[in-house]
């Protein structure tokens, strides 16, 4: 069993410590007093967003909950919840917003007690609102939510900080929309006055600048 103490000092990147798997990990997991966690290859790291990175992320969540509940889909919104990597028994992240789906929920073996996605058709959206670890949006969890197949993904970097092989040169505010064709990510760019084309969520009618005006 890992103590508070040990998953600090994992936090820290000494030396000689154990990393950790994913049960330990949901073994150990606090309450949201502690803060939110993710794995990063058998590390804890604590995620610990500014309050404009969880202005735009609540308003975003709260858009998608009034468009699920008008179109009475069969989707929600959990309060928090881990993706597990594919791939590895040492990694598990947590979006920004995930939107899933009800009816996919009885295929997830680790959902009902450890709040945890195993399989990507369990999630009809991922987004990442980017901070200065901006990297881990556009390089590892892309990757990770390909690889395991859900469906849409949105980068959503409210002040430009992404490499310029993603955003361009200049960099700009912009919203990347990922969406999973025959197993790879396509993407559209979105700036300014676009209103955000989404495959699952067509009405949404959200342009770029009303999501970036609640960060500012």
């Not at 590895?88 to 939107?99: C, E, G, L, N, Q």
């Not at 991922?126 to 590892?140: F, G, I, P, R």
């Not at 390909?146 to 900080?161: F, P, Q, S, T």
């Not at 993407?187 to 989404?198: P, Q």
Request: hydrophobic share 40%; aromatic share 12%.
């Amino acid at each position: 069993m890992f103590s508070q103490e040990t998953v600090n000092t994992n936090i820290t990147e000494e030396k000689n410590v154990p990393l950790m798997t994913l049960d330990e990990f949901l073994d150990w997991y606090p309450d949201g007093y502690y803060g939110r966690f993710e794995l990063h290859n058998g590390v804890v790291i604590q995620v610990q967003p500014t309050g404009t990175h969880e202005q735009v992320a609540g308003f975003l969540a709260s858009k998608l909950s009034v468009y699920i509940e008008r179109l009475n889909l069969p989707f929600f919104i959990p309060r928090q919840g881990l993706i597990k990597a594919i791939d590895s028994d040492k990694s598990a992240y947590i979006p920004d917003v995930m939107v899933l789906d009800y009816n996919a929920l009885e295929n997830e073996s680790l959902w009902k007690k450890r709040s945890t996605i195993t399989q990507g058709k369990s999630i009809k959206l991922a987004v990442e609102v980017v901070s200065t670890n901006w990297q881990d949006d556009y390089l590892m969890k892309l990757g990770e939510y390909e690889k395991l197949g859900i469906g849409e993904y949105w980068i959503v970097d409210y002040l430009g900080l992404g490499g310029r092989r993603y955003i361009g040169n200049p960099k700009q505010p912009t919203i990347l929309v990922y969406h999973l064709v025959e197993g790879e990510y396509t993407v559209n760019l979105f700036r300014g006055e676009d209103v955000v084309g989404s495959p699952t969520f067509p009405e949404l009618n959200l342009t770029v600048q009303q999501i970036f005006a609640v960060g500012q």
